[in-house]
């Protein structure tokens, strides 16, 4: 019987379904390495973002810091520089520091309010340097901003006031007759809308009725003080 030839040998890759399932798997392969790199250059992103994010934050926290040290002009610094009076210093805040000092109010920060905060401060067990720091002010019951925030006084009244009392609306005069920070006698206070004693007026009323009395009349109602201011 004759033999039979062995049948012909056919390459795997040749029938179609494995030519189809390398195909597939070649794509998949492909798209797995294109995902990984994906992925990886995401991180890489990722981490270049967070590093300059991070830098930017200590140039923003070194730049605040800095403006912290020379008194920058971010708000909180503002605030800061406000509640501090000392030598030079003058307005309001000054005026109500000097009235809780007892020495004359004139709103201006110099050498004589400067020995009574050390006066103060040495009284107090504090560093006396002459300073008017927070814990000086809040010993004292003075809070700067309140004061700074107040309305302006005209210029010439401001002189006349500090001529007239020290700028003090609790001034009485020798006979009595003359009260308050503008010494107004009762009859003027009645006049411009005033009740009761002007000095135990509020200081914020008597500014307003002494503005009206100067609106009315100028500087007439203050013969010596209006002359000179």
């Not at 708000?75 to 009076?85: D, E, I, R, W």
């Not at 006049?191 to 008597?206: I, L, V």
């Given at each position: 019987?004759?033999?039979?030839?062995?049948?012909?040998?056919?390459?795997?890759?040749?029938?179609?379904?494995?030519?189809?399932?390398?195909?597939?798997?070649?794509?998949r392969?492909?798209k797995?390495?294109?995902?990984?790199?994906?992925?990886?250059?995401?991180?890489?992103?990722?981490?270049?973002?967070?590093?300059?994010?991070?830098?930017?934050?200590?140039?923003?926290?070194?730049?605040?810091?800095?403006?912290?040290?020379?008194?920058?002009?971010?708000?909180?610094?503002?605030?800061?520089?406000?509640?501090?009076?000392?030598?030079?210093?003058?307005?309001?805040?000054?005026?109500?520091?000097?009235?809780?000092?007892?020495?004359?109010?004139?709103?201006?920060?110099?050498?004589?309010?400067?020995?009574?905060?050390?006066?103060?401060?040495?009284?107090?067990?504090?560093?006396?340097?002459?300073?008017?720091?927070?814990?000086?002010?809040?010993?004292?019951?003075?809070?700067?901003?309140?004061?700074?925030?107040?309305?302006?006084?005209?210029p010439?009244?401001?002189?006349?006031?500090?001529?007239?009392?020290?700028?003090?609306?609790r001034?009485?005069s020798?006979?009595?007759?003359?009260r308050g920070?503008?010494?107004?006698?009762f009859?003027?206070?009645q006049?411009?809308?005033?009740?009761?004693?002007?000095?135990k007026?509020?200081e914020?009323?008597?500014?307003?009725?002494?503005?009206?009395?100067?609106?009315?009349?100028?500087?007439?109602?203050?013969?010596?003080?209006?002359?000179?201011?």
């Amino acid at each position: 019987m004759p033999k039979a030839e062995p049948a012909a040998f056919t390459p795997l890759l040749s029938h179609p379904s494995a030519e189809l399932h390398a195909s597939l798997s070649l794509r998949r392969s492909l798209k797995r390495r294109a995902d990984s790199d994906g992925a990886r250059m995401r991180r890489r992103r990722a981490r270049s973002v967070g590093v300059a994010l991070l830098g930017a934050m200590t140039l923003a926290g070194g730049v605040a810091a800095a403006q912290a040290q020379v008194g920058g002009s971010s708000p909180q610094a503002q605030a800061a520089a406000s509640t501090t009076l000392r030598l030079g210093s003058a307005g309001p805040a000054v005026t109500a520091l000097q009235r809780k000092l007892r020495v004359k109010a004139d709103g201006a920060y110099g050498p004589k309010t400067r020995r009574a905060v050390r006066r103060l401060q040495r009284r107090r067990n504090m560093k006396a340097d002459g300073i008017a720091r927070p814990s000086v002010l809040r010993a004292l019951g003075v809070d700067a901003r309140v004061a700074a925030r107040k309305p302006r006084v005209h210029p010439v009244l401001e002189r006349i006031a500090r001529c007239e009392s020290g700028g003090n609306p609790r001034a009485v005069s020798g006979s009595g007759r003359y009260r308050g920070k503008y010494q107004f006698s009762f009859s003027t206070w009645q006049n411009m809308g005033g009740k009761g004693d002007p000095a135990k007026a509020s200081e914020a009323r008597q500014d307003q009725l002494a503005a009206k009395l100067f609106a009315s009349s100028g500087r007439a109602p203050w013969p010596h003080c209006g002359a000179r201011a």
